[in-house]
Structure formats: C-alpha cells, structure tokens
C-alpha cells in the first residue's frame, strides 16, 4: 500500500487523496459531491467508507472536489457572518424560504444562519407571519359574556359532594376552594 499523496493543492488531505492508481473522495451521503461521483461510476471502499475512482478520471475529478470545497467554505462563511435567525422545525415553507435565500442550518446552535442582515428580517418576518397562522382565531373581547361570581352557587347532591370526605351535605361553590360544605370551609380556609 502507497502513502496517500495530495490531490490538489486547494484540496484538504483528508477530503481527498491519491494512493496507487485510486483517488479517495470523503463526501456525505447526501452532498452534491456525492451524487456527482456517483455520476462518474465511482466505487465505494467500505474498509475506508470513501468513495473512489481510477486516476484516468482525475480531469474529472478534481474540479468536481473543488467547487465542493467552494461551497463548504461559502456555508462555513455564511455560518461565520453573524446573521442568525431561529425557524422552528414545524414551519417548512419558512425553511424552505432560508435555503433559497442561501441559509444554512448550524446543528450545534440549532439556528439558521444567513448571508445578510436584509435576509434575517424577510425570514423573521415569515416566522411571525406563520406563528400568526397558527393561533387559535379568538373572539373579539366585546362579545364575550362578563364574568359572574360563582359564591353561594348550590349544587345538586347527586352530583357533588363536599370535599370532607363523608359528609353528607350539599356543598357550595367557595370562591378558591371548591366545592364544600359551610361546616367544614374553616379546616380548608388555613
């Protein structure tokens, strides 16, 4: 087995290497890279768990990694910008608003982050919009009966009893301690 040699002076080591007559890419499952290598017939070493090509495809190679790495560094600088806004998970046209706009998720800090400032306030500004949809359409107050005192209310025996358990008699409704009878509101009343 040959040492690993660099690919490209711009490409990390560890992203991609050369050994023998094989060139190694380390992409995630789900990255534009991969799907591109995959495009290219790429093989897959599940001892190293990279992907992998012949070193003919190298023209080919190369500048896919690249612009791989362009767009790693463009997230990692969106990321380092400042600009961070909270979407909740439910809100998935919102979501969806941020990666138009080039947003990027940072998991650690469970935030959005996004390129400028302008940005921020248009997603912000769907967030609330979609936290207004989503409360309960109210009454408006003018319509809505006053409150009434519930004291000396009786309620019928068959249906309630006082909270002294035993005793026989019809409660009344007693403003903060439910429903109980007059003889025992004092060993309730503290």
């Known amino acids: 087995m040959t040492a690993p040699k660099p690919l490209h002076p711009d490409i990390p080591i560890d992203r991609a290497w050369q050994e023998g007559r094989r060139i190694y890419v380390r992409c995630g499952y789900k990255s534009q890279l991969n799907q591109d ?8 070493d599940a001892d190293k768990r990279v992907r992998w090509v012949s070193t003919a495809k190298r023209d080919q190679v190369v500048p896919l990694v690249l612009a791989a790495e362009q767009r790693r560094s463009q997230v990692q600088a969106t990321l380092d910008s400042g600009h961070i806004v909270r ?12 990666k138009k706009l080039h947003g990027a998720f940072d998991a650690e800090r469970k935030v959005w982050a996004l390129p400028t400032a302008q940005d921020v306030q248009v997603i912000a500004d769907a967030v609330d919009a979609w936290a207004a949809a989503r409360r309960p359409r109210r009454a408006p107050a003018a319509s809505l009966p006053a409150p009434t005192l519930v004291e000396g209310i009786t309620r019928p025996q068959e249906t309630k009893r006082c909270l002294r358990r035993g005793c026989p008699k019809t409660p009344t409704m007693l403003a903060s301690l439910g429903w109980t009878c007059e003889d025992h509101f004092d060993s309730y009343s503290g």
């Open 87 to 98: 979407i909740p998970f439910e809100a998935d046209a919102v979501r969806e608003q941020a």
């Open 37 to 44: 290598l995959i495009a290219l017939k790429s093989n897959w």
